[in-house]
């Protein structure tokens, strides 16, 4: 029921303020005396020359995309998972269909190496 | 049910002071497990952890918790200042409405008490905890820091691989229970609690929440000798502390969530008064004899202990068995050295990512076998 989400709507709002508050609070609370080595980024008390943001590894991005694929197959997994005792061995059948599938594409990209990480 | 009285009005007013009473507690409950897990950690060390401010150390975390908001907060010269504030925002916001859907009911007369009792309450907060992924990476992103990019990149690659496995690790639950709503979860009856029909699930659930939360051994994104404080490193005073409450907030958060799904919540047996008297008489002749309070704390505690039992409430429960998986946190902090970060993915991926899916597997057809 609809009405069963109004208590967490509450709760967002509450949340929302407590977390502007203590944003808020940062700004107010504390000594502010900045000063040009203070602001500087920490890098082990070498001065930084180059800056931070370099491109990113290429594996960070295939762990992204091998990710999506098998999040979205456990999020298939969940109301099939309930409905199990309705669907019985029809519902086994055609959702392990669906799981060989994704354990075939499991195990080409454990074959290929796409799992290691050098 | 939260339909306490049929007037909504002071229907409202109840729910209200049941959120910013959890608000309260939640905060006081961090810090007191940071407490606790200094002394535990402490003692397993052979040394005696915090215990000079107020009775055993008890008041240190509130000293703590002064000195580090009333620090300097300063923001470093090129962060993305939008990014900046809003990481730490986030993982405090995610943290707190973890908690909005756990069951921990308190009831007085046959009636309970909680925030939001949602049908699909699991699916809530993997939904919120997920955003985790998003303060750590923006905080890292955001601070124009090598450390903090790799901490950041680290934690985020960290974070999507095991979730995968923490949601799998549940399927089989929902397969026996069939029902994503914690309260029925909580108290389904099958004879045996849930940790026993489903071992293997709750293995799976407690390693992967374990890197979930970026504890020990798993605690890569802030691996000191490498990455100084990863994610953090550039956040001083009262934006660290938001990003050390939203730490300890969600350890707790996913121990209640595994006493909710695993251990029956605050389903307990039943006592008269005299058992929870010898209860009590047990806990303070264990606590004089492990000379960790003195005598008149000993009394205290276990007066603590009776009162609390007495009233009968499942909160009681509820909070041992909370406890009792902390402490297997705490542990397992003060045992294990870190994994190396390969080892680390190769675990999520090779090991926790296919044995959950066999879990799923062998849990559907044996329970289609035997209904």
Same mark, same amino acid.
């Given at each position: 029921?609809?009405?069963?989400?109004?208590?967490?709507?509450?709760?967002?709002?509450?949340?929302?303020?407590?977390?502007?508050?203590?944003?808020?609070?940062?700004?107010?609370?504390?000594?502010?005396?900045?000063?040009?080595?203070?602001?500087?980024?920490?890098?082990?008390?070498?001065?930084?020359?180059?800056?931070?943001?370099?491109?990113?590894?290429?594996?960070?991005?295939?762990? &992204?995309?091998?990710?999506?694929?098998?999040?979205?197959?456990?999020?298939?997994?969940?109301?099939? &998972?309930?409905?199990?005792?309705?669907?019985?061995?029809?519902?086994? &059948?055609?959702?392990?269909?669906?799981?060989?599938?994704?354990?075939?594409?499991?195990?080409?990209?454990?074959?290929?190496?796409?799992?290691?990480?050098? | 049910? /939260?339909?306490?009285?049929?007037?909504?009005?002071?229907?409202?007013?109840?729910?209200?002071?049941?959120?910013?009473?959890?608000?309260?507690?939640?905060?006081?409950?961090?810090? +007191?497990?940071?407490?606790?897990?200094?002394?535990?950690?402490?003692?397993?060390?052979?040394?005696?952890?915090?215990?000079?401010?107020?009775?055993?150390?008890?008041?240190?975390?509130?000293?703590? @918790?002064?000195?580090?908001?009333?620090?300097?907060?300063?923001?470093?010269?090129?962060?993305?200042?939008?990014?900046?504030?809003?990481?730490?925002?986030?993982?405090?916001?995610?943290?707190?409405?973890?908690?909005?859907?756990?069951?921990?009911?308190?009831?007085?007369?046959?009636?309970? +008490?909680?925030?939001?009792?949602?049908?699909?309450?699991?699916?809530?907060?993997?939904?919120?905890?997920?955003?985790? *992924?998003?303060?750590?990476?923006?905080? @890292?992103?955001?601070?124009?820091?090598?450390?903090?990019?790799?901490?950041?990149?680290?934690?985020?690659?960290?974070?999507?691989?095991?979730?995968?496995?923490?949601?799998? !690790?549940? $399927?089989?639950?929902?397969?026996?229970?069939?029902?994503?709503?914690?309260?029925?979860?909580?108290?389904?009856?099958?004879?045996?609690?849930?940790?026993?029909?489903?071992?293997?699930?709750? $293995?799976?659930?407690?390693?992967?929440?374990?890197?979930?939360?970026?504890?020990?051994?798993?605690?890569?994104?802030?691996?000191? !000798?490498?990455?100084?404080?990863?994610?953090?490193?550039?956040?001083?005073?009262?934006?660290?502390?938001?990003?050390?409450?939203?730490?300890?907030?969600?350890?707790?958060?996913?121990?209640?969530?595994?006493?909710?799904?695993?251990?029956? @919540?605050?389903? @307990?047996?039943?006592?008269?008064?005299?058992?929870?008297?010898?209860?009590?008489?047990?806990?303070?002749?264990?606590?004089?004899?492990?000379?960790?309070?003195?005598?008149?704390?000993?009394?205290?505690?276990?007066?603590?202990?009776?009162?609390?039992?007495?009233?009968? /409430?499942?909160?009681?429960?509820?909070?041992?068995?909370?406890?009792?998986?902390?402490? *297997? +946190?705490?542990?397992?902090? !003060?045992?294990?050295?870190?994994?190396? +970060?390969?080892?680390?993915?190769?675990?999520?991926?090779?090991?926790?990512?296919?044995?959950?899916? $066999?879990?799923?597997?062998?849990?559907?057809?044996?329970? $289609?076998?035997?209904?």
């Amino acid at each position: 029921m609809i009405s069963d989400y109004v208590p967490l709507l509450i709760f967002l709002v509450i949340s929302f303020l407590v977390v502007g508050a203590l944003v808020t609070a940062s700004f107010l609370i504390g000594p502010s005396k900045p000063n040009q080595r203070k602001l500087q980024v920490y890098e082990s008390g070498i001065v930084p020359t180059t800056p931070a943001r370099h491109r990113l590894s290429v594996r960070f991005y295939l762990t &992204a995309m091998l990710f999506i694929i098998f999040d979205v197959e456990a999020v298939f997994f969940y109301p099939w &998972a309930v409905l199990l005792h309705v669907l019985r061995w029809y519902g086994i &059948a055609e959702m392990f269909v669906f799981m060989l599938v994704l354990l075939v594409a499991l195990a080409h990209i454990w074959r290929k190496g796409g799992l290691e990480w050098e | 049910m /939260t339909n306490l009285y049929n007037d909504p009005f002071w229907h409202w007013i109840v729910v209200l002071a049941a959120m910013l009473a959890l608000l309260f507690s939640l905060v006081t409950a961090t810090a +007191y497990v940071v407490f606790l897990e200094r002394v535990v950690i402490g003692h397993i060390q052979r040394r005696p952890g915090p215990n000079r401010v107020g009775p055993r150390g008890f008041l240190q975390m509130a000293v703590d @918790g002064i000195k580090l908001v009333t620090k300097e907060s300063f923001i470093p010269r090129n962060v993305d200042l939008f990014t900046y504030i809003a990481a730490p925002s986030i993982a405090v916001l995610a943290a707190l409405l973890t908690w909005s859907v756990v069951p921990f009911a308190i009831w007085f007369g046959g009636v309970s +008490y909680w925030i939001a009792n949602v049908n699909i309450g699991i699916l809530v907060i993997f939904a919120i905890s997920a955003m985790n *992924v998003y303060a750590i990476m923006l905080g @890292g992103y955001s601070s124009n820091s090598k450390y903090s990019l790799l901490g950041g990149l680290r934690s985020a690659a960290q974070l999507i691989s095991y979730e995968m496995s923490l949601g799998l !690790s549940l $399927v089989p639950i929902f397969i026996i229970t069939g029902s994503l709503r914690l309260q029925t979860i909580e108290g389904w009856h099958g004879g045996l609690p849930l940790i026993l029909v489903a071992p293997l699930s709750f $293995v799976i659930y407690l390693i992967s929440a374990v890197a979930e939360t970026n504890r020990a051994p798993f605690d890569l994104p802030e691996a000191e !000798s490498e990455l100084v404080g990863g994610y953090h490193t550039e956040y001083s005073g009262f934006k660290f502390a938001m990003f050390y409450l939203a730490e300890y907030m969600n350890i707790t958060a996913v121990s209640a969530i595994a006493t909710v799904v695993f251990l029956g @919540g605050g389903s @307990g047996p039943v006592l008269n008064w005299v058992l929870w008297l010898a209860i009590a008489v047990a806990v303070f002749l264990l606590l004089l004899w492990s000379r960790f309070v003195p005598p008149f704390g000993a009394l205290v505690v276990a007066a603590i202990v009776f009162a609390f039992a007495g009233l009968d /409430t499942p909160l009681f429960w509820f909070l041992i068995k909370v406890l009792a998986i902390l402490f *297997v +946190y705490i542990w397992l902090r !003060s045992t294990l050295p870190r994994l190396r +970060y390969d080892m680390l993915m190769q675990l999520g991926w090779k090991v926790l990512l296919p044995l959950s899916i $066999v879990n799923v597997i062998v849990t559907a057809l044996v329970f $289609v076998a035997l209904t």
